[in-house]
């Protein structure tokens, strides 16, 4: 989640995240209206989202994309070009932040780390936004920025830094395959605020678990701390209440900036439990590896200001059931990422499992265009 962040980051778990709502923010068949997403500034990439929302790059291959990515969704009945270029972002980098954050965590305490992170990416975010756009376009009310924070620390706190916590006892491949649980809890959400997920939503739901289920059996190496799974579960339904929430309550006019206040607040937030925690005492900043700083700075860029802002404009451009396909997809990525970086083996059980994952995410895309 990086981000689950993310490094999340989310996945990110980090993204998020993940303003307010274009197509999707309350999703097309929920009661309420959607505002449309904030025009980003002049040449700007990222993806506008109504919520927190959207990633600024100058890469030439990253910026084509989320400029795509950056343009207001359509209509309820199709889902647009833009929307599929922000969930390729969301699925292909989230995916990789699992690997990111393992890295990390060797060397520097998870609190520490995460904060850091979300705290850089929020305040380059924000200086950005008051380069291309002007000091005005950070304006915000006390309610606004009270919401974007709150979105923040569920999503940022709750559900990325749980993760995080959570790899330094598990596997990155075996806390990517845990998040994949938040699809059932969006939909449990959904259920108990009166909307009606299609049938087909349900079944690719169940879908989906099944073919995770099926990807769990050759085992993943390392112990498994059962402290470890209940964390990352933990989180995975902080994320999802951060995620469904998001929609439902007021939040900064300027995505960029609404992306830019929440991770900063989940950030701090972070921050300030790695300090209740005593991270501090035993950390020496010398004795961070060469390959940590180097997953630290990949989780900042693509994990934080990249992917978790394209998921956080998919928040309020797209229904939150196909938002939420990017768990089943991240586990994949992070399942192949691990036999390509690492070395593991791809068993059938792989295989099968990462083909009826797919099944179950093409069963959701397609009740959702028909919706």
């Known amino acids: 989640m990086t981000q689950p962040a993310a490094g999340a980051g989310t996945p990110a778990p980090g993204t998020p995240a993940p303003g307010t709502p274009a197509p999707g923010t309350p999703a097309p068949d929920a009661p309420g209206a959607s505002r ?89 975010l924000a200086a950005i ?12 009310t006390r309610a606004q920025l009270v919401s974007a924070a709150v979105v923040g620390l569920l999503l940022l706190l709750g559900g990325n830094g749980l993760v995080v916590l959570a790899e330094t006892a598990v596997p990155s491949g075996l806390a990517a395959l845990l998040v994949a649980v938040v699809p059932a809890w969006v939909v449990v959400l959904r259920r108990a605020s009166g909307e009606r997920p299609g049938t087909g939503a349900y079944g690719g739901v169940l879908l989906g678990l099944a073919g995770l289920a099926v990807l769990t059996l050759p085992g993943l190496s390392g112990d498994v701390r059962l402290w470890g799974v209940l964390t990352v579960i933990a989180g995975t339904v902080m994320w999802s209440v951060g995620s469904f929430s998001s929609s439902r309550i007021p939040m900064p006019a300027n995505p960029f900036a609404a992306s830019a206040y929440e991770m900063v607040a989940g950030g701090i937030g972070c921050l300030l439990v790695a300090l209740g925690r005593g991270e501090q005492r035993d950390f020496v900043l010398a004795e961070v590896s060469g390959r940590s700083w180097t997953a630290l700075a990949y989780l900042v860029v693509f994990g934080s200001l990249i992917a978790f802002t394209a998921y956080a404009w998919l928040l309020h451009s797209a229904p939150l059931s196909l938002v939420a396909t990017y768990a089943y997809v991240n586990p994949v990525v992070a399942v192949l990422l691990g036999a390509l970086v690492l070395g593991e083996r791809l068993t059938w059980p792989i295989a099968v499992g990462g083909a009826v994952v797919v099944a179950g995410v093409c069963l959701i895309v397609s009740t959702e265009r028909r919706r």
């Open 129 to 140: 936004v008051a380069w291309r756009q002007g000091p005005s376009a950070l304006r915000a």
């Open 36 to 124: 449309p997403a904030a025009e980003p500034p002049a040449e700007a990439g990222p993806p506008p989202r109504t919520e927190p929302g959207a990633a600024l790059t100058s890469e030439p291959g990253a910026a084509s994309a989320v400029e795509a990515a950056s343009a207001p969704a359509r209509g309820p009945g199709r889902i647009s070009g833009p929307v599929w270029a922000a969930l390729a972002i969301v699925y292909v980098v989230w995916g990789s932040t699992y690997l990111g954050i393992r890295v990390v965590v060797e060397t520097v305490p998870p609190f520490l780390s995460a904060g850091a992170r979300f705290v850089a990416a929020g305040l380059i």
